[in-house]
């Protein structure tokens, strides 16, 4: 998306269609349907590799596998989510660190990313971070409620690097 630097671009992505006509659907109905660019990828749309972006913000699934099943049974409001957006496999990072892979192409220099992440999963996403992006800072910070679930993963200019 080409907008004048005073101007915010929003792209919103998934990888179900279904959920881009709701968040399309949110979006007009609070009024910014016209200012949000809606997209089927799987994690980032083509064009980021090409034209990096400044700033992601994801809700990937995070879930460990085993405790979906828990949320289903005990009837939780995750229960009626589809089990593609809460499974993120056996630690609840695998689509996470899929992201983390793309960052580095997808991320602009000085870019931010901000994921979130389980309360308890701080550790390893530290560790998957140190793994895939070395030398990226990353923090994780306390959302509304206290609890340490989102990632903050900045990337350096490529001046700072030199």
Known sequence: LRVPADEVAILAVDASTDALDLAR?????HG??????FEAADLL????????????????PYVPATTVDDLVARRTSAAFEPRLALDGGSDGLAVIRRL?????????????ALLEVGADQGTTIREAAAAWLPGWPIDVAAD????PRVAILRRGSARASS
């Not at 590799?49 to 809700?59: C, G, H, L, T």
């Not at 509304?144 to 609890?147: E, F, S, T």
């Open 100 to 112: 983390l892979q793309s960052l580095p192409a997808g991320l602009a220099d000085g870019g931010v």
């Open 144 to 147: 509304l409620a206290g609890l």
């Open 25 to 29: 659907e949110n979006a007009v109905g």
């Open 45 to 60: 749309p083509p064009a980021a590799r090409s034209d990096p972006v400044d700033v992601i913000v994801a809700n990937l």
């Open 32 to 37: 910014v349907g016209d200012r949000i660019a």
